[in-house]
Structure formats: structure tokens, C-alpha cells
């Protein structure tokens, strides 16, 4: 198994338990640059998926989501070999049609802050797709929802991380917006279920396929289970709400159960059980 990561918003950390294991090896490298390795599957997950990373440098952040694309589709043609694309709920925007079922082409903002991500995300699909058409590759796209688990970067920026963060140094918990805002949380471990079964279904099954969790709850809810789990003192505190952010996502998971016997098995309230723990330990 060989993992390249150019260590851009991921730690090496992140990998240490999997050193002695005898077919791991750890490459830094950047997508956006070709990679000539001979591998008999890809799973191509580059790209910060946090909106204070992915806006830090927009323009690297579109190269990285279509460069590379290319780059591994490139890869995936010289050795005939299965490719599975990390794609976005992010692909459907400010979503006008709920929950999000994979028909629906979404509500996005092509000149926003979050475009960068997003755009860059659907042209990596068109790739996808037209390498499928043009060159029979074999193809598997999934639209990944919001996830969550240990090893998050404690400074990610995303809800689940912030909301852990703040409340155990009891500190305000930054509700932007008012809060009403609602989002499906999949914990990380039903994630990467979903990823391997993709990977191993028939040729047919290209995608999209929408992995997710479509349990739904609202930024003040996934608040007070946060200070609940921690005991915390401490306070809601509400903040301005970024520029389209979506005001509510929840995939419909209807092809993931019938195309991939799949489903989340993590209940929110355990996920965050076990994602404490890890921020709790955090040295
Ligand atoms: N959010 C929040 N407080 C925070 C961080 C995020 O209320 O400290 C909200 C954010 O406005 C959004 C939701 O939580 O409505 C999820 O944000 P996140 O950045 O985790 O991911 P997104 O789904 O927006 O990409």
C-alpha cells in the first residue's frame, strides 16, 4: 500500500501505527505534479476539504482537485487499473432540492469563496467521466459528506473539531449564524466501509454514489450533544455566517444501500464518544 500525501493539511502522525506493517509505505508528494508508480488500485482523496484551508490558496486548491485529477487518471490509464474519486457533497452547493440524491445538479455558486472547492471538485468528476467514455477506464466516484473521527486535525476548522476543541478548554462554542444550519455527520470509520466496497463492486458501478450519514441535525443540536459528552462550562456563543454556507445537507443514500449493501452503523453520540477521547489525549 503506498500512501502519498504532500502533508499539507494531514501529519505523519497520522500514519505511524501503519510503519510496521510490511506492505506500507508513506511517499510526500503532491498530486498536482505526475506520480509514476506501479499500483493495481487508486484512491485519489487529495485535496483540503476544510473552507479555511481550501480558501488559504484557492487557486491551489482548484490545481490540486484538476490537476490532479488528471495526473491520476493519467496514472490509472498506463496501468489499466480501477480509480476512485473522493468527490463532494460540496458538488450539489446551497442545496435547493432535499435530502441531496445524486440526480440533482446542485445549487452552486461558480464566483463564490467556496467555488474554489467546489467547481474544482465537479470538473474533476467531468475528468472522471469523460476518461470513463473516452478511455474505458474503470471508474468509481463517490460524493462524501460531512465525516468526522480521530485524527482531525485539532485546528481544522470544521464544526466537529471546533465545537470538541472549545469545549474542552471551556471556551465559547462558535455557533455561526444562528445556528439552524443543519448538516449529516458520518463518523469516519462507516466512511471508509463505504470506500472499500465501492472500490470492490462490479465495473458497472461507476457513481456517483452519495456516502454519508442521513441522520440530520442543526449547528445548535451537534452543540449541546458536543457539551453534554464534555461536561463543559461552556457558553453558545453565535458569530457571522461565511459566505454560502449551506444552509442544510443531508444525502439521500438510497444507491449506496442497493448498489453497496451500505450504511452508517455509527450513531452521532458514539462517533463523538470516541472523537473526544482522541482530542482528549492530544498531547
Ligand atoms: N460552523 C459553526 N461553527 C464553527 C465551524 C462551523 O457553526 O466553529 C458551521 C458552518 O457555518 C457550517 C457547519 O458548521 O454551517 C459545517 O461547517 P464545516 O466547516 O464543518 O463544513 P461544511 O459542511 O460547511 O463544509
Given at each position: 500500500m503506498l500512501c502519498a500525501d504532500n502533508l499539507f493539511t494531514g501529519t505523519k502522525k497520522n500514519v505511524d501505527h501503519l510503519h510496521?506493517?510490511?506492505?506500507f509505505e508513506f511517499m510526500r508528494h503532491d498530486v498536482c505534479f505526475p506520480l509514476y508508480v506501479e499500483v493495481d488500485e487508486i484512491y485519489n482523496l487529495a485535496c483540503p476539504a476544510s473552507p479555511i484551508h481550501y480558501q488559504h490558496d484557492p487557486v491551489q486548491t482548484t490545481k490540486t482537485s484538476v490537476h490532479g485529477a488528471i495526473n491520476m487518471l493519467g496514472l490509472a490509464k498506463r496501468l489499466k487499473c480501477k480509480i476512485f474519486q473522493a468527490s463532494t457533497?460540496?458538488?450539489?452547493?446551497?442545496?435547493?432540492?432535499?435530502?441531496?440524491?445524486?440526480e440533482y445538479w446542485g445549487n452552486v455558486n461558480?464566483?463564490?469563496?467556496?467555488s474554489c472547492y467546489d467547481e474544482g471538485k465537479r470538473c474533476a468528476e467531468t475528468l472522471f467521466f469523460d476518461y470513463y467514455r473516452q478511455h474505458q477506464l474503470e471508474i468509481k466516484v463517490a460524493r462524501i459528506f460531512n465525516t468526522y473521527g480521530?485524527?482531525?486535525?485539532?485546528?481544522?476548522?470544521r464544526v466537529v473539531s471546533n465545537f470538541i476543541m472549545q469545549a474542552l478548554a471551556h471556551e465559547d462554542v462558535t455557533i455561526y449564524g444562528d445556528g439552524s444550519q443543519t448538516r449529516s455527520f458520518c463518523y469516519v470509520d462507516d466512511l471508509i466501509e463505504g470506500f472499500v466496497r465501492m472500490m470492490a463492486s462490479?465495473?458497472?458501478?461507476v457513481g456517483p454514489i452519495n456516502l454519508g450519514n442521513p441522520v440530520e441535525f442543526t449547528m445548535v443540536e451537534l452543540a449541546e450533544q458536543v457539551l453534554k459528552l464534555t461536561n463543559s462550562k461552556s457558553k453558545l456563543k453565535h458569530m457571522p455566517l461565511p459566505a454560502d454556507d449551506p444552509k442544510q445537507r443531508r444525502p439521500d443514500i438510497s444507491k449506496a444501500r442497493s448498489t453497496l449493501g451500505w450504511e452508517p452503523k455509527v450513531p452521532l453520540t458514539e462517533g463523538l464518544r470516541q472523537t473526544v477521547d482522541y482530542f482528549r489525549n492530544l498531547s
Amino acid at each position: 500500500m503506498l500512501c502519498a500525501d504532500n502533508l499539507f493539511t494531514g501529519t505523519k502522525k497520522n500514519v505511524d501505527h501503519l510503519h510496521n506493517h510490511p506492505r506500507f509505505e508513506f511517499m510526500r508528494h503532491d498530486v498536482c505534479f505526475p506520480l509514476y508508480v506501479e499500483v493495481d488500485e487508486i484512491y485519489n482523496l487529495a485535496c483540503p476539504a476544510s473552507p479555511i484551508h481550501y480558501q488559504h490558496d484557492p487557486v491551489q486548491t482548484t490545481k490540486t482537485s484538476v490537476h490532479g485529477a488528471i495526473n491520476m487518471l493519467g496514472l490509472a490509464k498506463r496501468l489499466k487499473c480501477k480509480i476512485f474519486q473522493a468527490s463532494t457533497s460540496e458538488v450539489y452547493g446551497d442545496p435547493s432540492v432535499h435530502p441531496q440524491p445524486e440526480e440533482y445538479w446542485g445549487n452552486v455558486n461558480p464566483i463564490g469563496p467556496r467555488s474554489c472547492y467546489d467547481e474544482g471538485k465537479r470538473c474533476a468528476e467531468t475528468l472522471f467521466f469523460d476518461y470513463y467514455r473516452q478511455h474505458q477506464l474503470e471508474i468509481k466516484v463517490a460524493r462524501i459528506f460531512n465525516t468526522y473521527g480521530p485524527r482531525m486535525h485539532p485546528k481544522d476548522g470544521r464544526v466537529v473539531s471546533n465545537f470538541i476543541m472549545q469545549a474542552l478548554a471551556h471556551e465559547d462554542v462558535t455557533i455561526y449564524g444562528d445556528g439552524s444550519q443543519t448538516r449529516s455527520f458520518c463518523y469516519v470509520d462507516d466512511l471508509i466501509e463505504g470506500f472499500v466496497r465501492m472500490m470492490a463492486s462490479p465495473k458497472e458501478v461507476v457513481g456517483p454514489i452519495n456516502l454519508g450519514n442521513p441522520v440530520e441535525f442543526t449547528m445548535v443540536e451537534l452543540a449541546e450533544q458536543v457539551l453534554k459528552l464534555t461536561n463543559s462550562k461552556s457558553k453558545l456563543k453565535h458569530m457571522p455566517l461565511p459566505a454560502d454556507d449551506p444552509k442544510q445537507r443531508r444525502p439521500d443514500i438510497s444507491k449506496a444501500r442497493s448498489t453497496l449493501g451500505w450504511e452508517p452503523k455509527v450513531p452521532l453520540t458514539e462517533g463523538l464518544r470516541q472523537t473526544v477521547d482522541y482530542f482528549r489525549n492530544l498531547s
